[in-house]
């Protein structure tokens, strides 16, 4: 099947679509987008448990060397206060890791924002296919009912009028045949009548889903910032308790990274096995949820020459109908006005409402037809009383209305800009567990290094922004007495 107009599956797509799958008992698993098959749902999970083999083999790692930092250090000889070599290195280490954790930041929220694009791109589109689909049912319901009411009251008093010639009594009749057939036609053009599936609705539930996931991203991006910044003023300001308080704060974060990375990387692979050949899914779960026929939903999802239009017949039929009678009106209007003078007003009646049916027909034809790119647009504004089509004369930018349009914007959005936020958004996961790991090694060393605050310092109200003393230079002073210190009298 081909793609929709305007789409191609990006080389991401291609790339990931190789990757090999494989379930839990690591039989390889086909790269095709079957997410009802158990085999492919637990080869997705398998995708999620690799980055929670990544979560407890990064916390293995930091347990054996924060065990061997705290177990294996040589003691320190009794009254030694030279630091110990290579302090400021790990102080650096820590800061350097720290620094590329908010470069994974940046990265995440472009990644966030353009996941939240490409989805508000295919809610677009399902809310733009829903008012074509309004549009079709509204025409045809309105035109059926202007066609009802003058068979109903302008062609019976035409009858009624022309009784005493049967001629033209028998021309009436032949327009109202023609009138009921045209209706009929044109009651089987409303395909979306009845369906259960309406897109409005898979927009508000695409929309509601992608609101919460950006509020989450957003908090998770903020608290690693906010960690990563308070730990850089810890170390700055050699705050033993604030640096504790963000060890902890770290591995919490490095927990919720590895997790958004499995989420990520399976949400990853699942849209490019659908995005690789997206009509077979996307034409079998309509079918499903809608009953239409294959050849409706073929022709507005492939939208090809080698899929014919399904209303084509009934297009034509109508376009016939409306055409005799018209030529039947003029004849009776040539025929009868000067012989019936009292039936000039139902005539008149009768070509108003035709001139309406013959516009809303033509808008119909737009409407159904898969691409439907005119160089002039009848662009459909909605007004409190009917559909008023004005005719685009000036040079302006318009949208096709057509679901074939909708559709490949959809794909676009999802299978391009969504998956490249993906893809930006593990790269944040990526780069904020490597980040995340190397500060937590690095803490413990950096913290355990800080200087022991002055009691006297801490006794000052006036002197706690006063940076520490030198060693050996401390004051001989009654506040030495610490704790219990009390203040020089004035």
Known sequence: MGAPPGYRPSAWVHLLHQLPRADFQLRPVPSGFAPQEQEYQQALLLVVALAGLGLGLSLICIAVYLIRFCCCRPPEPPGSKSPTPGGGCVTWSCIVALLVGCTGIGIGFYGNSETSDGVSQLSSALLH?????????????????????????????????????????????????????????????????????????????????????????????????????????????????????????????????????????????????????????????????????SDILSYYFLCNQAVSN??????????????????????LEREAVPQFPSAQKPLLSLEETLNVTEGNFHQLVALLHCRGLHKLLLSVFWSKTAWVPVLALDQVQVTSLLCTSDYGAALRGLCEDALEGLLFLLLFSLLSAGALAAALCSLPRAWALFPPRNPSVLCSGSRLSEPLLPAGLEPASPLRSFPGCRRRPH
Not at 231 to 244: R, Y
Not at 251 to 258: A, K, N, R
Request: hydrophobic share 50%; aromatic share 6%; with cysteine.
């Open 310 to 331: 399904p209303f084509q017949q009934r297009l034509t039929l109508s376009q016939r109908a409306l055409a005799n009678i018209h030529s039947q009106l003029l004849g």
């Open 129 to 293: 296919a829903n008012h074509t689909l309004s549009a079709i049912d509204h025409l045809v319901l309105e035109t059926v009912e202007r066609l009802g009411e003058a068979v109903r009251t302008e062609l019976t008093t035409l009858e009624e009028v022309l009784e005493p010639r049967t001629e033209l009594v028998a021309a009436a009749r032949g327009a109202r045949r023609q009138a009921e057939a045209v209706a009929q036609q044109l009651q089987g053009l409303a395909f979306w009548q009845g369906v259960p599936l309406s897109p409005l609705q898979v927009a508000e539930d695409v929309s509601f889903v992608e609101e919460y996931r950006w509020l989450a991203y957003v908090l998770l991006l903020l608290l690693e910032l906010l960690v990563c910044l308070f730990t850089l003023l810890g170390l700055a300001k050699q705050s033993k308790w604030l640096v504790i308080v963000m060890t902890v704060m770290s591995l919490l974060v490095l927990v919720l990274s590895w997790g958004s990375m499995g989420l990520e990387a399976a949400t990853a692979v699942g849209l490019s096995d659908f995005c690789s050949n997206p009509d077979p899914y996307i034409l079998n779960l309509t079918q499903e949820e809608t009953g239409l026929s």
